[in-house]
């Protein structure tokens, strides 16, 4: 597993987050002054300072409960409010696109070019916020130069990687996804999804930059010299890469993935697969206690710690957004969704305040986790309400 995965995931993660939520956003036709601030909010929060340096520490990746956590934080960090049913189907959105994305990158490295997809898409949500839009463009600077003022550059963190180190990233980002087969309505009708929620992966397109078109294998003699020369049929509709995608902070992508596939504002249904209904011995193993409980209750709160959540200010009134077409179907979604695959968002309350840290850190060095039956399974819930209170 690669302890570099972590700020790819996040920010790949938080893209697709931002192109549903403003598609939401428009359907219900929400005033624009008001969009724009839930996207604004966002986004600030998202590229906190203090947060970034927190997400680009080496570190694993955790459970997806952890992850979920983190952005249900984030999309509460404006006006706007989700219930449960909603925010379970945003998450569902996320994942499945990103998982669709790191499938189908031509090359490991092309996970890059996915994250600048999303990023420039981004800088596109906040081109009338200059402060903001700072913020974001010290994440391209920090893929880009050397001297950058983040604890860890993602230049030092990727620009130097062997295409064998990004491999295993993105071997991580799949471990992550594996048992995710969320059918989405938009894939389904696109005909890159099968029925039981699995992508369709295509034997056509452009090959990877700086390979050849199948078709084609060479023999060499002990010295190195090429002797032989024999074709055969792949089968596919290869064509050559026109040229490689720019990891400058202003360039040509080439690929396509990661851009905004919401902006025809088309619905997007979400349906659990046979596949993902047959996960629950698996899901009750992972929220069994491990070993890992204090390191991630430590994640959770040193990177909720660097978030800098405003309350709104004034009397602008918060608004509820819902994620499916009308209120009585994400009712019955939240009625539906089976037992098992509920992601159990934590409530954690981590603030910058240097005495509140302290003692949160001491409440979890004091915590110990041993394998017990499920009957405790609600004690980390005690803790973390404990943690609220402080």
Known sequence: MSVRTLPLLFLNLGGEMLYILDQRLRAQNIPGDKARKVLHDIISTMFNRKFMEELFKPQELYSKKALRTVYDRLAHASIMRLNQASMDKLYDLMTMAFKHQVLLCPRPKDVLLVTFNHLDAIKGFIQDSPAILHQVEEIFRQLTEVKCFFLLCLWQTYGG?????????????????????????????????????????????????????????????????EVKKVEFKHGGNYVTAPKEGSFELYGDRVLKLGTNMYSMNRPVETHM??????????????????????????????????????????????FRLNLFTTD???????????????????????????????????????????????QSASKGDDLLAMMDGL
């Open 328 to 374: 009585e179907e994400e009712e019955q979604a939240a009625l539906t969704r089976p037992e098992e695959l509920s992601y159990e968002v934590i409530n954690i309350q981590a603030t910058q305040d240097q005495q509140r840290n302290e003692e949160l850190a001491r409440i979890m060095g004091e915590l110990e986790v041993t394998d017990q039956p499920r």
């Open 273 to 318: 697969s046979g596949a993902s209904k047959n996960l629950a011995p698996r899901t009750q193993e992972n929220i069994a206690p491990n070993p890992l409980a204090k390191e991630e209750l430590n994640f959770l709160a040193r990177l909720m710690g660097g978030m800098e959540i405003k309350k709104p200010s004034g009397p602008e009134p918060g």
């Open 161 to 225: 990687l062997s295409a064998g180190e990004f491999q295993l990233i993105r071997q991580t980002l799949l471990t992550f996804f594996q048992d995710l087969h969320i059918r989405v309505s938009l894939f389904l009708k696109d005909k890159v999804q099968n029925s039981n929620g699995r992508f369709v992966l295509p034997v056509s397109g452009p090959v990877p930059w700086g390979t050849e078109v199948p078709g084609l294998i060479r023999m060499f003699d002990s010295k190195g010299k």
